[in-house]
């Protein structure tokens, strides 16, 4: 069972922040985060995972609290190609269990 | 580089029949996960194999195996299909089977079943 919890669904405008929030209170100290994507017909991509700190790649931001039970992903400059379902996860073996997600649209 | 690639990507069988789907590994990957993506919902883990051996199982029925070859390619196997198996079957790879390593997901073989 997934142990996150998210918006349903959230629209953005192009060009703009996109902050992606995630709930994850019952998180154990050796549980990771992980944000997986998936566009229509593909399959999931990875995005980004972290333990503790914030982590920063070339797609997006982590931010995860300091008490780690909620985090926020986000894109710094959404495009129309950003849009998909966004898949928090809360992980520390092998098995990947998504939930629903996000469904993010970007908006011209 | 190559990503995780899997063949094929569309498949028709009929209730009764069995299908094998094929994964290859990113290049240097050593891991490799099996997931079922029934349509509106989100992926369920099936299996994970490293260094040829079953690591781990979902709650799936023992029509579902898997097995994964010296060179780290993997296959999964359904028997007896049913109308419900109708999905998109995932592949993932990752360089090992430690927390921490972020899985790398191929496009998916999408099954139906008549």
């Known amino acids: 069972d997934a142990k996150t919890t998210q918006p349903p669904s959230m629209d953005c405008a192009e060009g703009r922040a996109a902050n992606l929030p995630c709930n994850h209170s019952t998180i154990s100290g050796n549980e990771y985060v992980y944000w997986y994507r998936q566009i229509h017909s593909q399959g999931p991509q990875y995005i980004i995972h972290?333990?503790?700190n914030n982590e920063t790649n070339e797609m997006a931001s982590l931010i995860i609290t300091e008490d780690r039970k909620s985090s926020t992903l986000i894109l710094p400059h959404a495009t129309l190609r950003d849009t998909a379902v966004y898949y928090c996860i809360v992980s520390n073996d092998y098995k990947l269990s998504f939930g629903a997600g996000t469904t993010v649209t970007v908006r011209a | 580089d190559a990503g995780v690639t899997q063949s094929p990507t569309h498949l028709i069988k009929t209730r009764g029949q069995h299908v094998t789907l094929r994964c290859s590994p990113i290049?240097?990957?050593?891991?490799v996960s099996w997931y079922q993506q029934v349509l509106g919902q989100g992926p369920q883990f099936i299996f994970q194999y490293y260094e040829k051996e079953e690591r781990g199982r979902g709650n799936f029925p023992d029509r579902f195996s898997a097995r994964q070859f010296p060179n780290y390619s993997s296959e999964l196997n359904v028997n007896a299909l049913l109308l419900g198996d109708s999905a998109l079957y995932l592949c993932?790879?990752?360089?090992?089977?430690?927390?921490?390593?972020?899985?790398?997901f191929g496009d998916g073989t999408r099954l139906s079943i008549l």
């Open positions: 972290g333990l503790k």
């Open positions: 290049s240097g990957h050593k891991s």
């Open positions: 993932a790879s990752s360089s090992t089977w430690d927390v921490g390593q972020p899985q790398h």
